[in-house]
């Protein structure tokens, strides 16, 4: 029954979203590999570059289309289902650890949380990973081994870094062999029993969950040659990372995304002025409000250490969906906290809740990836409008742009064109990238620009030039030009332009001459640079 309440919720919050067309990582990666194992049963995609991610959730969506037909809002009802799952999962935990005010509490906040609300209808492998780690969680605290290592194992296969999890509370039950008794006592005894033989029984099932991992990379490994994806995606999300700055600049990142992101910070203020008060004593008894077991803190505290470590140290982009098993956990204590401490914690909470709901609209004066609150629909209007156009005013021309719009013009079945359309394609639209391309300016007829990604019109670290050079050095950062400086440069003029809460896109024909002309009459039928 909790989840049927949940599901209606969820899905009649996201009623609105259900129809539009593929977003940035759905669109490059995720629609594309589960469409190949719709059409071919291929675990392994052939129509974009594998990057070793397991299947479960690729398999999930394309169940769906097999039953119910391929759409959108086939995919994201889809979607929908494994957020409520996922929410439940929390619920129960949260019941588990806490009281049954606590589980309803948190579970509002998170559905309401910015990145979780809009990761739950999205085609992505993250929520899943984390829905599934809430299940296996709560049953390691419930000491029910084989129901760990099933649903610790199901999380590895929904996305490879789950397995941070189970791995990091192996070595926390292994700690507590060589810990001191004292604080053996105080952090790991009361939650898990005293016989040290109930600890090597609870380290199993949690090393189980890397036996399905390693056969699935053994499969890719034999298919493709590679064990964690394609050359390109290793370098970019591990070797590229290993710099000791770049580790502290996106620690620090990580404990921001943990504590402060869009809103985060009044749940995370309010618990820390709860804690200057005394607890509460409940009405009835008089007995001091219940607070989440110390071991049971010191759980959530070690995968929450383990996500913010291994993210910082892994993964080319610092993204906040990378850190959804790790902020629920943090929801649950800083209500728990709320509740033993503050009179009036509903009134508390219902604050929570209408920040995170702001967080939804309102874009933060600091940088943040648009698939975190609404902005993604603003980006997705945003695309549909100028490649409709594009595709209607200039049906046979090579058109220049970059990633992901040159897969949504090349590929009708994400839903923003209706036939392919021939893409000549650059990086983004840097100074440096659109130079290079004025170069080639007679293998297109048309631009297609467009901003990727949000920019504050007064950042918070904008004054800030190290910060700016340390972002184009170790996270990728770029300014994109605006479309009139674009066109300049281009030798063409705007005759399409969009814009929506600091977002835009725009349309760029070419001016030619009669020397172009003439090109045009012998250039081949498609071109590519």
């Known amino acids: 029954m909790v989840f049927a309440v949940i599901f209606v919720g969820v899905f009649l919050l996201h009623v609105p979203l259900l129809q539009l067309p593929y977003f940035w990582d759905e669109a490059g990666y995720y629609i594309p590999a589960a469409r190949d194992l719709l059409l071919s049963g291929s675990l392994i995609p052939h129509t974009t570059v594998s990057n070793a991610h397991p299947p479960l959730v690729l398999a999930w969506i394309a169940l769906w289309w097999k039953c119910v037909g391929y759409a959108p809002l086939v995919t994201r009802s889809a979607m929908l289902v494994v957020a409520a799952f996922s929410l439940t999962g929390l619920f129960r935990l949260a019941e588990r650890v806490a009281k049954t005010q606590v589980a309803i509490a948190s579970t509002l906040c998170t559905a309401l949380y910015p990145v979780f609300f809009a990761q739950s209808s999205l085609a992505q492998v993250d929520l899943a990973a984390a829905g599934l780690t809430f299940w296996g969680l709560c049953a390691y605290l419930e000491d029910r081994a084989l129901a760990t290592a099933v649903w610790f194992s199901l999380a590895a296969l929904a996305k490879e870094t789950a397995i941070l999890a189970p791995v990091g509370l192996a070595a926390w039950e292994g700690l507590r062999f060589v810990a001191p008794q004292r604080l053996v006592r105080q952090f790991w005894d009361g939650y898990v029993g005293k016989n040290s033989t109930a600890g090597l029984r609870r380290v199993l099932p949690l090393v189980v ?26 370098r970019y999300n591990v070797a590229a990372t290993l710099d000791p700055l770049r580790f502290v600049l996106a620690l620090a990142l990580r404990l921001w995304q943990v504590f402060v992101y869009l809103h985060l910070w ?3 203020l309010g618990m820390l002025l709860a804690m200057l008060w005394p607890p509460l ?43 959804l098993p790790a902020v629920p956990l943090v929801i649950i204590v800083a209500v728990s906290t709320l509740r033993r401490r503050v009179r009036y914690w509903p009134v508390a909470v219902a ?13 933060p004066p600091y940088g943040f990836s648009l698939e975190d609150n609404l902005a993604y629909r603003d980006y997705v209007v945003l ?11 200039y049906p046979m021309a090579h058109v220049l742009t970059a990633w992901p719009a040159s897969d949504e013009l090349t590929r009708p079945w994400l839903g923003y064109t209706t036939r392919p359309v021939q893409v000549v394609r650059i990086e ?8 290079s391309a004025a170069d ?11 901003s990727t990604k949000y920019e504050p019109e007064h950042p918070l670290l904008g004054r800030w030039q190290k910060w700016t050079d340390w972002k184009r050095r170790f996270f990728g950062f770029h300014r994109d030009l605006p479309p009139e400086a674009a066109a300049r440069i281009l030798g ?24 172009q002309v003439a090109s045009d009459a012998k250039r081949p039928a498609a071109a590519t640079f």
């Open 428 to 435: 983004d639209f840097s100074l440096e990238q659109v130079l």
């Open 281 to 323: 004593r409940n009405e009835g008894d008089g007995v001091e409000r219940e607070r989440i077991a110390i071991p049971v803190q010191m759980i959530f505290l070690v995968i929450v250490k383990v996500y913010v470590v291994a993210m910082a140290l892994i993964g080319g982009a610092v993204l906040a969906r990378y850190m």
């Open 440 to 450: 080639f300016r007679s293998h297109f007829e048309v631009a297609l620009v467009f």
């Open 351 to 363: 604050v929570v809740a209408v920040a995170f709901v702001v967080g939804w609209f309102w874009n």
């Open 492 to 515: 063409g003029h705007v005759v399409f332009a969009e814009e929506r809460e600091g977002q835009w896109i725009a349309v760029i024909e070419m001016e030619k001459d009669e020397m």
């Open 209 to 234: 969950p890397l036996l399905p991992l390693a056969l699935w990379f053994g499969y890719h490994y034999s298919r493709t040659g590679y064990v964690f994806g394609n050359p390109e995606f290793f």
């Open 266 to 268: 009044v749940l995370t």
């Open 383 to 393: 695309h549909e409008d100028g490649e409709r156009f594009l595709e209607a005013r």
